[in-house]
């Protein structure tokens, strides 16, 4: 049962963060510090992967399917096929928490005793800035290459994957409880709309809540300069001035929705197909909505690259991602999925929240990559905001 599973989502506001109601703003990593940067083609280790059949995985909590009586799971699979002994950690739970568990090693050229970790792509990205991941084979991912879906190709801070393999994908957009309040069709009628002053919600993630800001103040999320920035904050400190908003949240914002604690709240699509009620609808803005990827990614002195490549190639066959769509209910990122889906789960081919049409792809929008001090610019402005 997927209710019965901790969303993936909720598991990434679990750890640091700035919470409504006392908790503090988590500090904010210091990547660019000269002695932190590291040249990935001296920082690197012979691959024992053809010897040595292991492969060492940190991911999100309930982010993979597990064995269940008869049901064979993609990891038992993977092992069965390959031979390879993969030892899988549920360690990643947040973003900065695990970022604090490697920056010592990973910032000195040291081994960070991983093979392969998932993280988020504004994390993805500051690593693979300071030199810190390891390219891939491309020779050896021709599955990524050729079935990675079209929305997650060319990003920004990785534009032909060379370092990078998304995992799954969610979006950020709006929810609502349609037993309590009429449809929301916008961000903006989030903000503003008086039959919902004091009863929305928004997000403690900086990336999602202003990119969806800054979207319906008719700026692109991907590409906003410091105009763009500022007229989005005072939209948001309007909004929060005006008693628009009952709270600023992490994963706790689908028990006030199902409660008519709150009308209605920015929310990830993950949260809602996990709530499997059928009063809560996700919708997606008429200004368009964020979509974020977590990311496979081989660090500096990775012993065993070439099985981390094989765990990629092998997640990218479309009947094996498939499998792992039907547990998680987040976006696939591989062509062919949905056909293959036929066979898994038939009542799932035409999921939104797992295969987005055309038409909604049109609608995503990711967020830029920040240089180090506008992290801390923006970082800085959305806390005084949500805090004050």
């Given at each position: 049962m997927v209710s019965a599973r901790l969303s993936r989502r909720a598991a990434l506001r679990g750890g640091a963060g700035l919470l409504v109601g006392g908790?503090?703003?988590?500090?904010?990593?210091?990547?660019?510090?000269?002695?932190?940067?590291?040249?990935?083609?001296?920082?690197?280790?012979?691959?024992?992967?053809?010897?040595?059949?292991?492969?060492?995985?940190?991911?999100?909590?309930?982010?993979?399917?597990?064995?269940?009586?008869d049901y064979v799971s993609t990891l038992t699979a993977f092992r069965e096929r390959t031979g390879i002994d993969v030892s899988y950690t549920a360690d990643v739970n947040d973003n900065l928490e695990f970022f604090a568990k490697v920056v010592n090693q990973l910032g000195s050229c040291q081994s960070s005793k991983r093979d392969l970790f998932m993280l988020t792509d504004w994390m993805a990205a500051r690593m693979i800035q300071v030199g810190w991941i390891q390219p891939l084979d491309a020779a050896k991912v021709p599955n990524l290459h050729a079935n990675l879906i079209d929305s997650l190709t060319g990003v920004g801070w990785?534009?032909?994957?060379?370092?990078?393999?998304?995992?799954q994908s969610g979006l950020t957009g709006i929810a609502y409880n349609r037993s309590k309040v009429k449809e929301v069709r916008s961000f903006e009628e989030l903000l503003s709309r008086p039959d919902l002053r004091g009863r929305i919600s928004l997000l403690t993630e900086m990336r999602d809540t202003m990119g969806l800001v800054l979207l319906s103040q008719g700026a692109d999320p991907a590409d906003f300069d410091q105009d763009d920035w500022d007229n989005a904050i005072d939209r948001l400190r309007k909004a929060r001035n005006d008693g628009q908003v009952r709270a600023f949240?992490?994963?706790?914002?689908?028990?006030?929705?199902?409660?008519?604690?709150?009308?209605?709240?920015?929310?990830?699509s993950g949260d809602v197909a996990a709530a499997e009620n059928e009063d809560l609808v996700f919708v997606s803005p008429e200004e368009g909505q964020m979509?974020?990827?977590?990311?496979?990614?081989?660090?500096?002195?990775?012993?065993?690259?070439?099985?981390?490549?094989?765990?990629?190639?092998?997640?990218?066959?479309?009947?094996?991602?498939?499998?792992?769509?039907?547990?998680?209910?987040?976006?696939c990122p591989v062509k062919g999925a949905q056909e293959a889906m036929e066979e898994v789960d038939p009542d799932l081919v035409e999921n939104q929240l797992i295969f987005p049409s055309a038409e909604s792809l049109k609608t995503m929008h990711s967020f830029m990559a920040l240089e180090e001090f506008q992290i801390r610019a923006y970082e800085g402005d959305f806390a005084d905001v949500i805090g004050g």
């Open positions: 908790a503090s703003l988590g500090v904010l990593p210091l990547f660019g510090t000269p002695d932190r940067k590291q040249d990935p083609a001296s920082c690197r280790v012979a691959d024992v992967s053809d010897t040595d059949h292991r492969l060492v995985v940190s991911n999100w909590p309930a982010y993979i399917d597990e064995d269940d009586g990785d534009p032909d994957r060379t370092y990078s393999a998304p995992w949240t992490g994963n706790d914002y689908i028990q006030d929705l199902s409660a008519g604690n709150i009308l209605a709240c920015e929310a990830w979509i974020w990827s977590d990311n496979m990614l081989v660090p500096n002195l990775a012993t065993h690259q070439g099985n981390a490549e094989e765990w990629i190639n092998y997640y990218y066959e479309p009947e094996v991602a498939a499998k792992l769509a039907a547990y998680v209910w987040y976006i």
